[in-house]
């Protein structure tokens, strides 16, 4: 009963990790972060609002949304799973954002 081989044992655990580490990679709760992923994503255009001056603005929502956690800017892309960032100015200093709530979709 003693002479298992523990070489079997050994392989089976090396696998085991090799496949649970590929399915979690797969379905996204895994990411191997690069340096690409740092890029620029998407061009913002902060738009002056004038008093008396009209601001015309499409009716189709951006490919991204924002919400504010813990007093900073964070974009979610909604076209890309799980990509997510935080919105900085041109010296990679943070948008800073008032209060804590979350937004509302408009109905």
């Known amino acids: 009963m003693n002479d298992r081989?523990?070489?079997?044992?050994?392989?089976?655990?090396?696998?085991?990790?090799?496949?649970?580490?590929g399915t979690l990679w797969y379905y996204g709760y895994l990411h191997f972060a690069k340096p690409e992923d740092a890029l620029e994503l998407s061009q913002f255009t902060m738009l002056k609002s004038i008093p008396g001056q009209d601001t015309k603005l499409s009716l189709e929502p951006a490919d991204q949304q924002a919400q504010c956690i813990d007093g900073v800017l964070v974009m979610f892309d909604m076209t890309?799973?799980?990509?997510?960032g935080v919105l900085v100015d041109g010296r990679k200093r943070a948008v800073r954002?008032?209060?804590?709530?979350?937004?509302?979709?408009?109905k």
Not at 5 to 21: D, E, K, M
Not at 80 to 84: A, C, D, R, S
Not at 99 to 104: D, K, S, V
């Open 5 to 21: 081989n523990p070489i079997s044992y050994i392989l089976t655990v090396i696998a085991t990790i090799f496949v649970s580490i």
């Open 80 to 84: 890309q799973k799980g990509l997510t």
């Open 97 to 106: 954002c008032m209060g804590q709530e979350t937004p509302q979709q408009v």
